[in-house]
């Protein structure tokens, strides 16, 4: 690894750029296996990773010959991109990109570049894990020199693995958690009684760090086989704002992810109240376009109290674990950028902090629905409230008709945990038949391509608008009798029913 010329380029891209941090960072890790190759001269670490990085070759071209050659999908479902010597010195397995960096990103040229084992741009825009080594308090065992490959052969069994050379120190294993458009891969696991076994064992870097619930940081620790959420994931980590680190105080999962769109308070316990207060006010978060007259408005209902961490590094002792991990991490990612597509640095509008100090009810939206409709087509509001359920589960998004001023739309965007990248979109309550508008397939379709509950609204406020048929949940959905008279004892005994059964729904959640 160290002799690779890919290397040399990447240290001279740091002194160039006058990166000195990246510099330090990336010599150190060829340090590093050095100093572990002489500390256990049984096993070459350089080729450890070098043999690894043919593996997950190996399972990516499989992988893209099974999906026909569909990059974005192998990259957000698979096992990974193997990227050696792409960003740092060593192997990065890409495992995720936003839809933007999808949609500008010139995939047959990295796939060329990947091919060729050619250095490649841009794939600092990729989220990533860096595989390196650390000390550990308990032996990993690695590969013997006797065998290059983690990976089993489609012609290998277990009698001619235990056969070969050192075959009596290993195993075989089989994923118990795979892509869904492909079968289990087969590794082998070496056993402690291995000659080649050491006191360290690998470690992911996640680039960029993730904030996860702490739902999510137990899955990855039962994943590696940690036996606790502390241990290896460290405690939940503070960003750096305004060359100042952000201490004594821990925020939620909620507050993290609105914390580089927010200026800086004066004290950590100010910046929590802080953000937790802006999340809850729709004069603070505004999503425009410049092909519709509607401004969004949004508001975060609900306990901003969801306990996260924020993972920089992960442990494992085995290749076969990163592929769960990776779910996991997908899993809050797509959720993350949800969430962030509602309450972000461009949505985000500094005003004055006292025009509202509570969350909205549902006469609020309804009352500001109204208003609306009476003003000129020129330039409209809509009022949307947010709502997490066992975050990163599901996401609630209820906003007021666009034709109907008493009419609400409620939506259920699920983040299903076996397949994370395909989320999808429910209408709560279930919608009747006639509702053409409220397709929830089509929903789903134009979800997953754009990640954005913004980009959604605006799909759907524009077919609702079209069609102008759609029924949804709202006061008007009553028959009010003959001639269509509206009984407004009805429509309160209506909106008094539906308050009751949201507030029951939130209780059972």
Same mark, same amino acid.
């Given at each position: 690894m160290h002799q690779d010329d890919r290397v040399d380029l990447i240290l001279a891209e740091n002194l160039r750029s006058h990166d000195a941090p990246s510099f330090r960072r990336d010599l150190g890790i060829l $340090?590093?296996?050095d100093r572990f190759n002489g500390?256990?001269?049984?096993?070459?670490?350089?080729?450890?990773?070098?043999? #690894? *990085? $043919?593996?997950?070759?190996?399972?990516?071209?499989?992988?893209?010959?099974?999906?026909?050659?569909?990059?974005?999908?192998? #990259? *957000?479902?698979?096992?990974?991109?193997?990227?050696?010597?792409?960003v740092h010195p060593g192997l990065s397995l890409a495992y995720w990109a936003p839809r933007a960096v999808i949609a500008d990103m010139d995939w047959e040229e990295l796939r060329g570049f990947l091919e060729r084992g050619e250095?490649?741009?841009?794939l600092d825009q990729l989220a990533r894990l860096w595989i390196q080594f650390e000390e550990s308090r308990t032996p990993t065992a690695f590969l013997p020199p006797a065998r290059a490959q983690y990976l089993l052969g489609d012609d290998e069994g277990e009698e001619s693995v235990q056969a070969?050379?050192?075959g009596a120190h290993l195993a075989i294993i089989t994923e118990l958690t795979y892509p869904h458009f492909t079968t289990p891969c087969r590794f082998v696991q070496p056993l402690v009684t291995s000659s080649a076994s050491a006191m360290l064992r690998f470690v992911a870097w996640v680039e960029p760090p993730v904030a996860v619930t702490e739902g999510i940081a137990k899955a990855i620790a039962q994943a590696v086989g940690i036996g606790g959420v502390g241990v290896g994931l460290g405690e939940v980590m503070q960003a750096e704002r305004d060359g100042a680190a952000v201490s004594g105080t821990s925020l939620s999962l909620e507050e993290l992810l609105i914390a580089d769109a927010v200026p800086a308070a004066s004290s950590a316990d100010e910046s929590q109240r802080r953000l937790s207060f802006l999340l809850k006010q729709t004069v603070q978060w505004e999503a425009t376009f410049a092909d519709t007259p509607v401004t969004q408005k949004y508001a975060f209902v609900g306990d901003t109290?969801?306990?996260?961490?924020?993972?920089?590094?992960?442990?494992?002792?085995?290749?076969m674990q990163l592929f769960a991990v990776m779910q996991c991490l997908r899993q809050q990612l797509i959720f993350n950028a949800l969430f962030q597509s509602c309450f972000n640095a461009q949505t985000y509008r500094p005003s004055s902090l006292e025009v509202q100090t509570t969350s909205l009810s549902l006469?609020?939206?309804?009352?500001?629905?109204?208003?609306?409709?009476t003003t000129s087509p020129v330039h409209r509001t809509i009022q949307l409230e947010i709502r997490a359920r066992h975050p990163p589960q599901a996401l609630f998004v209820t906003f007021s008709h666009p034709s109907r001023p008493f009419a609400l739309v409620s939506l259920e965007i699920m983040v299903p945990a076996h397949a994370p990248v395909q989320p999808s979109v429910r209408v709560t309550p279930r919608p009747r038949e006639a509702d053409l508008a409220l397709d929830e397939a089509k929903?789903?379709?134009?979800?997953?391509?754009?990640?954005?509950?913004?980009?959604l609204v605006r799909?759907?406020?524009?077919?609702?608008?079209?069609?102008?048929?759609?029924?949804?949940?709202?006061?008007?959905?009553?028959?009010?009798?003959?001639?269509?008279?509206?009984?407004?004892?009805?429509q309160w005994l209506y909106v008094y029913i539906v308050c009751i059964l949201r507030c029951g729904a939130w209780l059972n959640e």
């Open positions: $340090a590093h296996c500390l256990y001269p049984t096993i070459d670490f350089f080729v450890v990773i070098r043999n #690894l *990085a $043919a593996d997950i070759r190996s399972i990516w071209q499989q992988e893209m010959l099974v999906c026909m050659d569909d990059f974005p999908m192998v #990259l *957000a479902c698979g096992h990974g991109v193997p990227l050696l010597h792409g250095p490649c741009k841009n070969g050379e050192d109290n969801t306990r996260a961490k924020v993972i920089e590094r992960i442990p494992f002792a085995h290749p006469d609020d939206i309804l009352d500001a629905a109204a208003s609306s409709s929903m789903t379709q134009v979800l997953r391509t754009c990640e954005s509950v913004p980009v799909w759907l406020c524009r077919k609702l608008e079209k069609e102008g048929v759609g029924k949804v949940r709202g006061r008007d959905e009553l028959e009010w009798g003959e001639g269509g008279e509206e009984d407004p004892w009805k």
